[in-house]
């Protein structure tokens, strides 16, 4: 398993998950969302082509309500 | 009300003089309801984590298509940090607007004007169009409006506490003193002080725990787009003079003779 963070949190997935598929797969809709990738911001095209590997922090944002 | 009275902020003309915020709605659903009674065409929006054990709405889907998001950049508590909520929403396509909004302050949440001020330098080379949330001082303004902001946003009370225009003598030196918006941000109340600070020459007000906290929402967005056009319409109007004794309304001769 490859043992990343993701929010703050030590998460554990499958190998081979790329960005993309972590997105899907926790029912999240890349439009409405933005990733800080180890401190860079990663383009939604890019997704797809990033695995998670080990050691790998991910900030993964959204809008909400806000004044 | 003048036809050609729109507010421009970077390239876009805004009729409106209302922005409101997007937070501690009962729902999300209703802030279309609200932009249309209000007629704001501005809307702030956070960026937060996403949390995971959450039901994944969006909120944009409840943003009109009409309304220019403006994302803040709440839970910044240095320039640093502020930078990086504002990239990060600028990633998301909706646009270069942002509201910078640098707080270290737990009890009161005023802002830091000094990181607000570096934060502005940075944002504003990078494209942003950059409205900065500042406690009303002449020379952080000044300073803001140097590194580029394309506006100030002064506060008219602690966010959140419906306490009014409490800051408007300061206020009022930005205005005069300030060849920039000056949008007053924060602690509006009631619609008579959206009404008190574009009476007193404010570009715009934004209010959201006003409008929230109301026990009619919706009613409440549309008093206060009222309001805003009233106080806009006064200003342009041009105030009479208060005075100290009393002035009749009409001539002090021609009475009718006394009774004999």
């Not at chain 2, 494209?127 to 406690?135: A, E, N, Q």
């Not at chain 2, 030196?173 to 918006?181: A, F, Q």
């Not at chain 2, 725990?209 to 206060?224: G, H, N, R, Y």
């Amino acid at each position: 398993m490859v043992h990343a963070t993701v929010n703050g949190e030590r998460i554990q997935i499958p190998p081979g998950t790329t960005i993309r598929t972590f997105i899907l797969s926790k029912e999240l809709s890349p439009p409405q969302i933005v990733i800080e990738y180890n401190g860079e911001i990663i383009p939604r095209e890019s997704w797809d082509g990033i695995p998670v590997c080990d050691g790998d922090n991910l900030e993964i944002v959204k809008f909400l309500g806000g004044g | 009300m003048p036809n050609n009275d729109c507010l421009t902020i970077g390239t876009t003309a805004l009729e409106s003089r209302l922005f409101i915020g997007s937070g501690k709605y009962s729902s999300d659903e209703i802030i279309p309801e609200l932009a249309a009674r209000s007629g704001a065409q501005v809307i702030t929006v956070a960026l937060r984590r996403v949390d995971f054990n959450a039901k994944q709405k969006n909120i944009l889907d409840c943003i009109p298509k009409n309304c220019v998001l403006m994302p803040n950049t709440s839970g910044a508590r240095t320039a640093d940090e502020a930078v990086r909520i504002a990239r990060l929403a600028r990633a998301s396509g909706c646009g270069d607007w942002i509201k910078i909004e640098v707080i270290q302050d737990n009890r009161y949440l005023l802002p830091d004007n000094i990181e607000t001020i570096r934060a502005t330098e940075i944002l504003a080379k990078e494209g942003f169009v950059v409205l900065p949330y500042m406690s009303p001082d002449l020379g952080a303004a000044r300073r803001m409006r140097d590194a580029g902001a394309a506006a100030v946003m002064p506060l008219g009370a602690p966010i959140g506490t419906n306490k009014g225009f409490r800051t408007k003598e300061l206020v009022s030196i930005l205005i005069e003193e300030i060849c920039l918006p000056v949008i007053v941000d924060a602690g509006i109340g009631r619609p008579s002080e959206a009404a008190e600070a574009m009476e007193a020459g404010a570009a715009a007000v934004l209010v959201n725990t006003a409008i929230a906290s109301a026990k009619d929402p919706a009613l409440m967005a549309e008093a206060f787009g009222l309001a805003v056009k009233a106080g806009r319409a006064a200003y342009l109007a041009g105030a009479g003079a208060v005075r100290t004794a009393a002035e009749a309304s009409s001539p002090l001769s021609g009475f009718i003779g006394a009774l004999k």
